[in-house]
């Protein structure tokens, strides 16, 4: 008898001690500086980047000290975010991108900086690249602030290119640069060696193209989804040849996070391919004695008008007011001419700030580094991110609608037809 | 059982409660509170706190909320895309629970025996399940890779047409189910090697002696037997294979073309990325609930043929 | 022993049967010793024509992945005893107690199995927030107090145990406690060792949620430190030797654990005290 009542309170015991006993220990530093986490879902070089940038924040002043902590992805921040919104213990600055960071602040869950941003007379927001910096504006309030700045481009193996005699002039339009394509592709048997050209698996690739041949994705009134106009559908089917028919492209997709991004980078390091289109934050990650960077084409006698828009860094609602101030050094820290140009240079990634291009180190590398400035011009003919009104339904919609082009070869009438009625069905679904 | 019916009883027991106060033990609860306190904070306050937003509009970010009444519900079982999840994630469910459990029987015929050599056929046929799914899933997708992966290898080596496995909207849930597969069935494998040590070896004496054939002693001895396990791993793989989410996560995310896209990845959708937790919180209660009518079902069809000694 | 041609067709299954099953595992070793290009040349080569060995010490040096291991082990053995514990003392309640309510709480318990695990996530987060356990192994460690699975695996175990035997003690007045260690462990063992098993294979594969809870690197479990590897070091496919060399380091402990433990699983079938 005595045993098994031992044996039965010790069990509870282990488990109320040890749930009393963690009521203990909130963090505060020992030298009196604010202490403010910043959360980023970043990896590879850009997650080391940050790390870096951190801690020159740190070294610069004995105010503030951030913590940086990564996650997977950004889906994974999110996930996060919403957790720790939901237990009341935040992070005080936090990297999102733009749609979410739009949802975060409609729901009051960001602080607006516009006050920080007035008592501040060295802040200059005016400095800023105005599309970018337009992003975090929400009724009159800025929410947050650009940090990078992204765009998709072209990256091309210079050797290949020189051996087959094809000039990189090639890449202006998307009819020449499927011919350059064609010509590119090694074919051994059934299965093909090099591929011309890999576009990055997903939507955004084809959308650009669409844009570029004039696509809309609403109608002026709002009401009337177009995503199956002949915009759409002429450059998708592009894209549908290119892999499935002529089998001159190819596309990567699964994979845990970034995987399919990096096979995609890998086969054109490896001469499997001869070039891709890829994010301006790849520049970081590649060889520039092999590759060269081009602007993305437009199409035969049409202007090209891919989107470009920029990560944004936010401060949260729920962060106490010393927390709120130390956030806002920390991304003003980020964001000065300096810093974003010296992201710039070793992301590939947009600056934010206009001022960057005459800082001197930023003025050196590009003279050497031609491509670093191609992200930088495309980003002025740029079209800005599109704010989805169903809060992302219409976007899931063309992912889906990509997946059945690129990955089934479903023509991308059919794929772009069934989106669309996705789509409005979403849109209409808010708007009523 | 009928209301006043149910209000009855539960009179009649308080009122039992009252006449048996001094012979009421304290051991019982003894023997329970260190299973039920964690289970009501981590699991049973989660639960109605779901139920509660599901009524809800909230997103566990805004400062305040609407009760909407059943309207998240209602707005789902009219959306076509519930429907068409739930009958992927079913099919899915089906597809993975029966190969594994009969599969799982078969390997533990073979492989329960003693000896050297059983040990490590065990071994390598649970493997599987001891590996982390974010490893082994690198390797699955070279395998299904559609022009030089092993899988297209093989169905060629049997002159069999090559098959775009996780490409295609038709062969990605095959791809997937495959790879659930091949993870579960060693952990069938082991139930079942542990129920079979419990069959009585003087049932299989008698059998003999009365001239029984190996098949039939199989047939009439082991499987009734075994069946509680039987049950088991049924009602347990179907709860799990309904909550998929890793494997198709990693695999196909959920594509190409929302082919894999399962219950729970509509909940992840709608969770983390629309921020509707309302919606998303009543397609969890919805997918309780539709796993208890088949678990139920499960029970009352294994009344027929579930033996306990 | 005599080799009849069944016996022989059946280690041929069995055998071809194993090597599928082992094919992926040994796949990631092969990867793991491949040059970067080699792992991507075609046809494949079934082993590598240098191994690179040293792949391994290179990508153990690049993470503290002793740490991340030792901290899934230490969290999952704290967890196994806990569950074994808590979930063989209520599946013994279940099965040989009468108290008012017993049907109705497992049916609870069997449907908060039922409740995927991802909508707990927020509440349980808020809960481990208010006690200031995230990112703590008590976090870690409370939060995976209980699970459902074990007392179902233990209740039906133990429904599995003559009536008979344990009529038979308790008319000869044993108390719970001997019952249950004399009577069901012995019958039930393997029972116990393959819960203990699963529990730890479990909790130390376990991602998704200690990965939420957890933002020091210092607390990071084997499977968040590899994601996070394969995030920071990796970058995905740069580094496919590496990442498949780190994911060896996770799977190893796993796979040692299970070749010791698996004689205890399945010791033979004689010793039942079950033929009366």
């Known amino acids: 008898m005595f045993t098994k009542k031992i044996f039965s309170f010790s069990a509870i015991l282990i488990l109320l001690v040890s749930l009393i006993s963690g009521c203990s220990s909130s963090k505060s530093s020992s030298d009196g500086k604010v202490e403010i986490e910043f959360w980023y879902g970043l990896g590879g070089k850009l997650g080391k980047g940050v790390e870096k940038k951190i801690k020159e924040f740190n070294n610069s002043q004995n105010e503030v000290k951030v913590i940086g902590v990564a996650q997977g992805d950004y889906d994974e921040t999110l996930q996060k975010l919403q957790a720790a919104i939901a237990a009341k213990k935040v992070p005080a600055a936090v990297l999102l991108k733009n749609d979410p960071m739009n949802a975060f602040a409609k729901k009051g869950a960001l602080a607006p900086l516009t006050t920080y941003i007035k008592e501040d007379a060295d802040f200059k927001p005016e400095d800023f690249i105005e599309a970018f910096y337009q992003q975090g504006t929400i009724n009159g309030e800025q929410y947050a602030l650009p940090l990078y700045g992204t765009t998709q481009v072209l990256y091309y193996r210079k050797d290949m290119f020189e051996k087959a005699g094809i000039a990189p002039d090639q890449l202006k339009t998307w009819e020449s640069l499927s011919a350059a394509a064609k010509q590119l592709t090694k074919k051994n048997g059934s299965s093909t060696e090099v591929y011309g050209w890999e576009p990055m698996w997903g939507p955004d690739n084809m959308i650009d193209a669409a844009l570029s041949n004039g696509a809309k994705y609403l109608s002026e009134d709002g009401k009337k989804v177009l995503i199956d106009s002949p915009e759409w559908t002429q450059a998708w089917e592009f894209f549908k040849k290119g892999i499935h028919e002529d089998q001159t492209m190819a596309i990567h997709h699964d994979g845990q996070g970034w995987e399919y991004w990096y096979k995609t980078i890998d086969d054109v390091m490896q001469g499997r391919a001869a070039g891709y289109t890829g994010s301006s934050g790849d520049q970081g990650d590649l060889d520039f004695s092999i590759l060269a960077a081009y602007p993305q084409p437009g199409w035969e006698g049409k202007q090209a008008a891919p989107h470009a828009g920029a990560q944004m860094g936010a401060i949260l609602t729920l962060a106490t007011k010393e927390q709120k101030e130390a956030a806002f050094k920390w991304l003003k820290f980020f964001t000065n001419a300096e810093n974003t140009a010296d992201w710039s240079i070793n992301s590939g990634y947009i600056p934010v700030r206009k001022s960057a291009q005459d800082v001197p180190s930023y003025k050196e590398f590009a003279a050497k580094n031609p491509q670093i400035n191609i992200p930088l011009q495309q980003a002025q003919i740029a079209t800005p991110p599109f704010v989805d009104p169903t809060g992302g339904k219409i976007y899931d919609a063309l992912v889906k609608a990509a997946d059945k082009v690129e990955i089934e070869g479903i023509s991308a009438e059919k794929a772009l037809k069934e989106a669309q009625k996705e789509a409005q069905r979403a849109l209409e679904k808010v708007q009523k | 059982m009928s209301v006043p019916e149910t209000k009855l009883k539960l009179i009649k027991g308080l009122v039992d409660l009252r006449n048996r106060k001094r012979k009421l033990s304290f051991t019982p609860i003894l023997f329970l509170l260190p299973a039920v306190i964690p289970l009501t904070i981590f699991w049973l306050y989660p639960m109605v706190k779901s139920l509660l937003i599901s009524f809800t509009d909230w997103d566990y970010v805004s400062p305040d909320y609407e009760y909407l009444g059943f309207s998240n519900y209602s707005e789902l079982l009219t959306d076509t895309t519930f429907y068409s999840v739930l009958l992927k994630t079913l099919m899915f469910s089906m597809g993975v629970v029966i190969p594994s459990v009969a599969l799982g029987l078969l390997l533990a015929l073979m492989a329960g025996g003693k000896g050297r050599e059983m040990g490590i056929y065990r071994t390598l046929?649970?493997?599987?399940?001891?590996?982390?799914?974010?490893?082994?899933?690198?390797?699955?997708?070279?395998?299904?890779?559609?022009?030089?992966?092993?899988?297209?290898?093989?169905?060629?080596?049997?002159?069999?047409?090559?098959?775009?496995?996780?490409?295609?909207?038709?062969?990605?849930?095959?791809?997937?189910?495959?790879?659930?597969?091949?993870?579960?069935?060693?952990?069938?494998?082991?139930?079942?090697?542990?129920?079979l040590k419990k069959v009585p070896v003087s049932l299989y004496e008698a059998a003999e002696l009365d001239g029984a054939s190996k098949w039939r002693r199989l047939v009439h001895i082991t499987v009734p037997m075994i069946s509680p396990t039987t049950l088991f791993l049924i009602v347990i793989t179907s709860i799990d294979t309904l909550q998929a989410y890793d494997q198709i996560q990693v695999l196909t995310q959920g594509g190409p073309a929302g082919s894999t896209r399962t219950i729970l990845y509509f909940y992840y959708q709608t969770a983390f990325e629309e921020f509707n937790m309302g919606k998303a919180t009543a397609l969890a209660i919805l997918l309780v609930i539709i796993t208890a009518i088949l678990s139920f079902i499960q029970f009352g069809l294994a009344k027929r043929w579930v033996h306990y000694q | 022993?005599?080799?009849?041609?069944?016996?022989?067709?059946?280690?041929?299954?069995?055998?071809?049967?194993?090597?599928?099953?082992?094919?992926?595992?040994?796949?990631?070793?092969?990867?793991?010793?491949?040059?970067?290009?080699?792992?991507?040349?075609?046809?494949?080569?079934?082993?590598?024509?240098?191994?690179?060995?040293?792949?391994?010490?290179?990508?153990?040096?690049?993470a503290p992945f002793d740490h991340y291991i030792l901290n899934s082990v230490f969290t999952a053995v704290i967890i196994i005893f806990i569950q074994v514990l808590n979930s063989a003392l209520i599946a013994y309640a279940f099965t040989q107690m009468r108290f008012r309510g017993r049907n109705f709480l497992f049916s609870i318990i069997l449907i908060t199995y039922m409740l995927p695990v991802a909508a707990t996530y927020v509440p349980s987060y808020v809960i481990l927030a208010d006690f200031n356990l995230l990112d703590s192994y008590k976090g870690l460690i409370l939060s995976n107090a209980v699970s459902v699975f074990g007392i179902f695996l233990f209740r039906q175990a133990f429904l599995q145990v003559p009536k008979e035997l344990i009529e038979a003690a308790r008319v000869d007045g044993a108390k719970h406690w001997t019952i249950i260690w004399r009577i069901i462990l012995p019958i039930t063992k393997e029972t116990f060792i393959t819960f203990a098993l699963i529990s730890f294979v479990q909790n130390y594969n376990n991602y998704l949620w200690p990965t939420l809870i957890t933002t020091s690197e210092s607390k990071y479990l084997i499977t968040t430190g590899l994601r996070q590897f394969f995030i920071q070091e990796g970058a995905y496919g740069i580094q496919w030797p590496l990442i498949m060399a780190a994911s060896t380091f996770a799977v190893l402990p796993l796979l040692l654990l299970f070749v010791f433990i698996q004689k205890w699983i399945i010791s033979g079938i004689s010793d039942q005290g079950l033929k009366g």
């Open chain 2, 125 to 195: 046929i649970f493997s599987p399940w001891v590996t982390p799914t974010v490893a082994v899933s690198i390797v699955w997708s070279w395998i299904y890779e559609p022009k030089v992966g092993v899988a297209n290898w093989v169905l060629n080596w049997f002159h069999l047409p090559s098959i775009d496995w996780t490409s295609s909207s038709t062969w990605a849930m095959p791809a997937v189910i495959i790879v659930s597969i091949w993870k579960g069935v060693g952990w069938s494998m082991i139930f079942y090697i542990n129920a």
């Open chain 3, 1 to 62: 022993m005599i080799k009849t041609p069944i016996l022989v067709i059946k280690h041929l299954i069995l055998i071809f049967i194993s090597i599928m099953m082992i094919f992926p595992f040994f796949w990631m070793v092969v990867s793991a010793l491949k040059t970067k290009e080699e792992i991507f040349h075609f046809p494949p080569t079934l082993w590598p024509e240098k191994p690179m060995w040293n792949q391994f010490s290179e990508a153990w040096s690049m």
